[in-house]
T-cell receptor
């Protein structure tokens, strides 16, 4: 079973920040939070990951709560090309189980 | 190429036939995963190979499904006596794991299987 829960769908206006939540209340101390996204008919693509500190790269920011039981992926200025299914997974040195993800739709 | 390569990209077969799907992971990646994605659904874990350890087969849906990884590199997923419900995109992913470091997954573009 997946160790994460995400809302099934979200909408965001183009140019605004998209904030995608993820709950992972059973995360272990040595497990990372990883985010991937899947644009229609393509293989999933890595976005960002973190352990306990907030992280930022050229694609997104990741905010992890102090207790590590939840996180938020932030796309600061969403574009139409960010429309995709976003997966949050807990990743350690074992099999990786994906949940259903959040289908994010960016509206013009 | 530098990425994960899967073949064939599309496969149409008749019910009852056997099919083989191939995955070439990124060179040096020690972990390899197979997932299945039915239309409009999420990624369903099938099997996981890590180095020379016995694979984790806990996600294989029936004994018609099997997979092997030869020489720690190329992997083949075999589906025997295919059924219509096997129709899906089969995704392969690999990642580098070394000690406590576990890198991100790199996915191939998938093999789309259609069973008539």
């Amino acid at each position: 079973d997946a160790k994460t829960t995400q809302p099934p769908s979200m909408d965001c206006a183009e140019g605004r920040a998209a904030n995608l939540p993820c709950n992972h209340s059973t995360i272990s101390g040595n497990e990372y939070v990883y985010w991937y996204r899947q644009i229609h008919s393509q293989g999933p693509q890595y976005i960002i990951h973190g352990l306990k500190n907030n992280e930022t790269n050229e694609m997104a920011s990741l905010i992890i709560t102090e207790d590590r039981k939840s996180s938020t992926l932030i796309l600061p200025h969403a574009t139409l090309r960010d429309t995709a299914v976003y997966y949050c997974i807990v990743q350690g040195a074992q099999k990786l189980v994906f949940g259903q993800g959040t289908r994010l739709t960016i509206n013009p | 190429g530098a990425g994960v390569s899967q073949s064939p990209s599309n496969k149409v077969t008749e019910k009852g036939k056997d099919v083989e799907l191939r995955c070439d992971p990124i060179s040096g990646h020690t972990a390899l995963y197979w997932y299945r994605q039915s239309l409009g659904q999420g990624l369903e874990f099938l099997i996981y190979f890590q180095g020379n350890s016995a694979p984790d087969k806990s996600g294989l849906p029936s004994d018609r499904f099997s997979a092997e990884r030869t020489g720690g590199s190329v992997s083949t997923l075999t589906i025997q006596r295919t059924q219509q419900e096997d129709s899906a995109v089969y995704l392969c992913a690999s990642r580098l794991t070394s000690g406590l470091y576990t890198g991100e997954l790199f996915f191939g573009e998938g093999s789309r299987l259609t069973v008539l």
